[in-house]
């Protein structure tokens, strides 16, 4: 994947991440090209981009993830979703609650979720 800007290209939402930061950028137009050829335009907030940047962040801790969801017998995706989720709530004010309202509505155990938050805060902060 390569995603273009009229400014660069970047390898990764991170990337674009910190150059928007380091920019002052609250949006930026972007284009992103996909392995299969096709591609994407658009205006993407930076909220959006930190969104992807936690996904991304989340897959370098994939092999602990997959552990836990064998270890809990859960899906690796549900483990997955409830990481990349307390990820962004290290990130983001959750003033409305949605994020803490989408964690609750994950089908999994109190314990495997607690496991994934500390997963997350000792790997990812």
């Given at each position: 994947?390569?995603?273009?800007?009229?400014?660069?290209?970047?390898?990764?939402?991170?990337?674009?991440?910190?150059?928007?930061?380091?920019?002052?950028?609250?949006?930026?137009?972007?284009?992103?090209?996909?392995?299969?050829?096709?591609?994407?335009?658009?205006?993407?907030?930076?909220?959006?981009?930190?969104?992807?940047?936690?996904?991304?962040?989340?897959?370098?801790?994939?092999?602990?993830?997959?552990?836990?969801?064998?270890?809990?017998?859960?899906?690796?995706?549900?483990?997955?979703?409830?990481?990349?989720?307390?990820?962004?709530?290290?990130?983001?004010d959750d003033e409305d609650g949605t994020?803490?309202?989408?964690?609750?509505?994950?089908?999994?155990t109190s314990e495997i979720k607690e496991?994934i938050q500390q997963l997350v805060a000792?790997?990812?902060?």
């Open positions: 994947m390569e995603i273009k800007t009229k400014h660069k290209k970047f390898k990764t939402f991170s990337d674009l991440y910190q150059f928007m930061c380091e920019s002052h950028l609250d949006e930026i137009n972007v284009t992103i090209k996909y392995p299969d050829k096709s591609k994407n335009n658009g205006t993407m907030p930076i909220e959006m981009v930190l969104s992807l940047k936690c996904i991304e962040e989340v897959k370098t801790i994939d092999q602990d993830l997959k552990a836990l969801a064998s270890s809990h017998q859960i899906d690796i995706e549900i483990a997955r979703e409830i990481a990349e989720t307390y990820h962004e709530l290290n990130h983001f994020l803490s309202a989408q964690l609750e509505e994950i089908d999994a496991e000792s790997r990812l902060q």
